[in-house]
Each structure stands twice: as C-alpha cells, then as structure tokens.
C-alpha cells in the first residue's frame, strides 16, 4: 500500500534520470577511506586501476578550475601517464564506477564523461568530466557541514561489539526518520534532500543510504527499477551486503506515511530475491552502471 502510493512520484525524476545517464555508452550519471567500501571499485582488476580511482575520486570536485563546454560546464582531469597506464575505456570505466559508487553532491551533478584524450602510446592522459549544474563551491562546503555534522551523530551511536548487521540497521533507521517523502525539496533526487531539507523521493532517499553505509565501511549499491517489468513508474532502492552477502533493502516503501513520524517498518529491509522480486524489478540502466549488479542471497537475512 504504501510503496504503491509513493511509486507514481517518484518516477517523475528517475524518468529524468535514466534519460541523462544513457546518453551515450559512458555516461555516468589522497582517497578518504570509504572507497574501499565502494563496489565499483572493488570490480577493478589491479591496484593501478583502483589507485587511479581514488586519484579521480578526489579530483572531481575541482569546481574552480571548471569551464564552458557547449552549452555545459566540464572540468578536465590531467592524468599522469607515467604513474596511470590505462587506456580511454579503462578511465571510462573508472569514471562510471565513481558516480555509479559515489552519491557526494559533486559527484550527484555529473551527467557525462565527455571526452577522454590519449598520448601517443594510447593511455588516458586527460579526463573531461561534463556537469549538469555546478553549485559554488561554498554552497556545497556549506552543505557538506551539515551532512558531515548528521553523519557524525549517526556514527557516534555506533559501539563496540555492533555487528555488521546492527549498523546497517542503525543507518536505514536513522535515513529513515530524517527524511519526509515528497517533491517539496529544491532536490529531492540526491543526498541534499535528505540531510539538508529533510524531504526527498525514493532516488534521494535511496541514494542517501548508500552513501551512509560507504562511509561507514559497508558496501551498497543504488538500484533503479520498477515495481514489474512492464510497469511504467520508476523506483529505487538499496542492495547492501552484511555478513558476506547481499540482500535487498527498500527505505522508501519502509517509510511512515505520517510526515516527522519516528516509525520505521522493516518489511523490505534485508529481503532476498525470491520474496524481494515479488514487487521489484532490477531495470536494465542498473545493470549498465557496473555491468552487472552484484546478485542477492535467495532467502532474507536471519
């Protein structure tokens, strides 16, 4: 009832999302520590790949260097070819993995790779990231304040001898009762809605608990999909990994209907797929993000 209640609003963004994403075959819609909780990264094949990763990670919020491009703003990335030998799919590749890994606000505003040049042994010398805004960098310093500050309190209820699994539960809990469902939020598609305004829709909601859980050195992933295969509202929601598998996780369709109401149902928390995919259908621009999206344990989490 209430996932069905909520869904139609949802897909009125993520409509807008998976159109940005797809726009051509690699859009996408010093490294702190939670990349090494982050699945794409994990997906590459040796360390000068997932060490040019977090080299990237950490560049991408260069806003003052950024410029006009067309009728858009990019910023272009040097990479050092003597420490990175990759070539253009590669760096591709790792760029998609970040955003598709990665739900920081700079990152959340990145539409495209746009262009990847090489020297002349075929290794990625420069990326062009292209943005679809570019907020100042004090507002997202200003935000970041705020997101840092709520994410400190959800770290501080964190003691020892939690197991992997009071965690995640603790960060569905708290993203949950933070958060309002509805549009009234000036961006109710990212992690800004959440922490900042309070309101968001299943893509900001969804988005947030990924990015909580990467921080606290859990991997999870952000899924797009649809109640049915022939439905035509979007969605979204989590897989996230506990205790060496992965389960399934729907915080929207876990939420009150009662806007400031501290209930959280966990109905759709830790599912796996044989009841999970009952009314969840794993949309194909899930599965361009990584590739593949990692598959879920059968049976929910005991």
Known sequence: ????????????????????TIM?????????????????????QNQMQRDLYDYLYSAMPDYEN??????????????DTAKFQVDSDTAKLIARYIVSDNFELYTTYISAVREVSTN??????AIVIQYTKTPSFSDVQDAKEIIDKKLAEIRSQITIGMSEYDIVKLAYTEVIRMTDYGMSSSEPDNIYGVFVEGRA?????AKALTYVLTQLGIMSVYIVGKESEDDTAWH???????????????????????????????????????????????????????????????????
């Open 236 to 302: 979204a929601w989590n897989k996230i990994k506990v205790d060496g598998a992965w389960y399934n996780a729907d915080p929207t369709w876990d939420m009150p209907l009662t806007p400031g109401s501290q209930t959280v149902f966990f109905d759709y928390f830790l599912k796996g797929d044989d009841e999970f995919l009952k009314d969840h259908y794993v949309a194909e621009i899930s599965q361009q993000r990584y590739n593949a999206v990692p598959e879920s344990s059968k049976t929910d989490y005991k």
């Open 120 to 125: 002349a042994l075929g290794y990625a010398d």
């Open 66 to 79: 950024a410029y006009t491009c067309s009728t858009r703003i990019c910023i272009r990335i040097p990479v």
């Open 1 to 20: 009832m209430i996932g069905a209640f909520r869904r139609f609003i949802c897909s009125f963004l993520l409509i807008a999302f998976v159109s940005c």
């Open 24 to 44: 051509d075959d690699f859009d996408v819609s010093s490294a702190p520590p939670q990349v090494f909780s982050s699945y794409g990264r994990s997906l590459l």
């Open 201 to 205: 829709l299943c893509d900001g909601i």
